[in-house]
């Protein structure tokens, strides 16, 4: 057993937050790091940690690998575990911990790397999503595969209720990973296979913005549970108005060989919003967002929009 063992955790997110707790629980914290410009990861774990004796160190972007070789010198963890971190780790700080550095990717590699696994899984039409454990190396999410487990993705699913699935199994695997990394120095790892491998950048504007003419009903839904809450729903245009569609459903057919996809077929409170789709799909648009806030989709009668009105 390595009883020596102790962690510090850099991390930038709340999905992190269960995952970080199972390992707080294992008493081998040894520092928690985060950006210093994160706000809401200041206020959330400040609180957690001040019944215990563990400092919470903020990054400066314009230094942090300064910052992070100088708490590995002064709290000399064993690992330096990864939880959403969103700057690259310089090789020679990688290999000063005796079990290296070691990252939580919420999403599947190699399939899928990048900084947004998650939203990429919606976006791509996976039908899974999950959360790979991996050694750090000198690439971006290439490391030897420590542990990897997979959740389906379910129709409903948004990015938020997929992200808050994602956090759960972390708290899951971060109790494996500190049972592997007690019981000695060496982390067992499988190399990626480079052949899978695909990596996804922030996505463009453009690729969160609603094609009526090219997309079906389902890839609509799809898009807008991608975007909810993330980006506050998918983009979309009626009457010079930019919005955004946080909740849409698929509600039948139409016949109508007249009406153009994106063309308004409904908007009272009776019937709501109801919008053709480009494979003879209705949709219902149940919530949007404006600058002027959240409203259901039949509030957009408030605001001139009516049936006939195209979304482009």
């Known amino acids: 057993m390595n009883n020596d063992m102790k962690a510090i955790i850099l991390c930038n997110n709340p999905v992190a937050l269960p995952g970080i707790k199972e390992i707080l629980f294992f008493g081998k914290v040894a520092a928690i790091a985060i950006p210093k410009r994160n706000r809401e990861m200041q206020y959330i774990l400040a609180p957690l940690l001040q019944k215990t004796r563990i400092p919470l160190l903020l990054i400066d972007k314009n230094n942090y690998h300064l910052q992070i070789s100088q708490a590995i010198e002064t709290y000399a963890p064993t690992v ?37 696994p998650i939203l990429w899984h919606l976006l791509n039409n996976d039908t899974h999503a999950g959360l790979t454990v991996h050694k750090v190396d000198d690439g971006i999410d290439t490391g030897d595969i420590i542990m ?20 759960f199994l972390g708290a899951k695997m971060a109790a494996g990973l ?9 982390v067992p790892g499988v190399r990626q296979d480079k052949s899978r491998a695909a990596y996804f950048n922030m996505p463009l504007a453009k690729q ?27 983009g979309t245009i009626i009457n010079d108005w930019g919005i955004g569609l946080t909740e849409v459903e698929i509600v039948g057919d139409y016949d109508n060989r007249n009406v153009k996809p994106g063309e308004i077929l409904v908007c009272n409170k009776e019937e709501g919003l109801i919008v053709a789709a480009s494979d003879n799909k209705k949709l219902r648009i149940n919530i949007i967002f404006t600058n002027e806030g959240f409203f259901s989709g039949s509030r ?8 006939g009105n195209i979304f482009g």
């Not at 009526?212 to 993330?230: G, K, T």
């Open 80 to 116: 330096v575990l990864m939880m959403t971190f969103p700057f690259i780790i310089p090789q020679e700080i990688l290999s000063i911990p005796k079990q290296g550095f070691i990252n939580f990717h919420y999403g599947i590699l190699p399939e899928c790397r990048g900084p947004q």
């Open 148 to 167: 990897q487990e997979k959740i389906r993705i379910e129709p409903n699913d948004t990015y938020g209720t997929l992200q808050a699935k994602s956090a």
């Open 178 to 186: 500190m049972k592997i990394l007690d019981y000695g120095s060496i």
């Open 208 to 234: 969160l913005t609603v094609n009526w003419n090219d997309m079906s009903a389902a890839e609509i839904v799809r898009l807008v549970n991608a975007c909810n809450p993330w980006n506050k729903g998918a």
């Open 300 to 307: 957009l009668a408030d605001f001139e929009v009516r049936a």
